[in-house]
């Protein structure tokens, strides 16, 4: 199914009010949960740091066998982690996703281990960058001198032109201002940019509720949305942000496997699987076995403002929104870069 016709689909769906995990965007794999990092916010979505969730790992020809059930549903592969780039097996990967048919690979990553080679498999890249500050942004991750070579890594991708570039920013109440700068670093060298507040399990830190500091911030990220910037987030999702709105979560819109091949259900946030793709001849069948039929309903309470699961959600309630975004995004993932320093 075509992915104009995907949305349709989930728009007429939503608007009865039905869920169905049938027709995904994407498929997001955890290829590991190890980490070079120890990140003050990790949060896996029950209070353990990504490290310290221990799943044993796939080999790239397990994930092949993966791809090939996955890619019959959605040709958009995003890879992340932990560090995806930990994994031994990584640049295999990658081409066997391509040999069974993945169109658009994006990878999420810290930037500590990424090459010009690395990212010239993929199509676009997603760094972590939570400050310019080396000194502020090393103690929040806990590693002296990585963010000078973050810093440099990006300076090396971001005129290549292909991949696209992204970069990411976790608010912390500590932080508010450098991801200021960060917006505007992104808008001078024309780099793509997306934050999010930090969470404590499903919730938003509680130090940001309410925080003057964090409201302003936000406005600033929506007025530079506004005049057209490379903000990777819609207008709707940014002012739910503020007013910590809540939402009808769709968390299937995106499948997502975890390093052991095992399928989450209903979301990564509530850490709940229901059995490994490995051992499901079509995914399809494991939702619908553990799903009560091909149609769910979720009704979590938790509303965590996560841009995967809220920003996602509220495109599909809101066609002009998807649209818009839309064309953001293709614009956003076949522009190249130049650095401005």
Known sequence: MSFPLKILTHQILGAIGKKTF???????????FSCNLRCSY?????????????????????WENIFRKMVRHSDVLMLS??????????????????????TFISLNTNGLLLTPQIAASVDAIIISLDSLDREKSDRIWNRQGATEKVLETIQKIAPMGHP??????????ENIKDVSKVLEFCGKNNIAFSAGPALLKTKLHPSLKGNTDYHNLIDQILEAKKKGKRVA????????????AKFDCQPVLVWRIY????????CSRLNKT???????PDPIDAFRKHCDGNFFQLD???????????????????PLSLIREGLFRIKTFSSGHRMMY
């Open 81 to 102: 982690g932990g560090e995806p780039l930990l994994h031994k097996e990584f640049s295999e990967i990658v081409r066997c996703a391509r040999k069974v048919g993945f």
């Open 42 to 62: 990790c949060d896996g979505g029950t209070g353990q740091k990504f490290p310290e969730m221990e799943k044993s790992e796939l080999s790239s020809k397990e």
């Open 22 to 32: 049938h027709y995904p965007f994407g498929i997001y794999v955890y290829l590991t």
């Open 300 to 318: 979590c309470k938790e509303s965590c403002p996560l841009s995967c699961y809220m920003d996602v959600s509220f495109m599909i309630k809101r």
């Open 164 to 173: 696209s570039l992204m970069i990411n920013s976790v608010i912390l109440p």
């Open 274 to 280: 229901i059995g490994n793709a490995l051992e499901w």
């Open 233 to 244: 987030a819609t207008i709707d999702y940014l002012k739910g942000l503020k007013r910590e």
């Open 259 to 266: 390093p052991n091949g095992d399928i989450v259900f209903p």
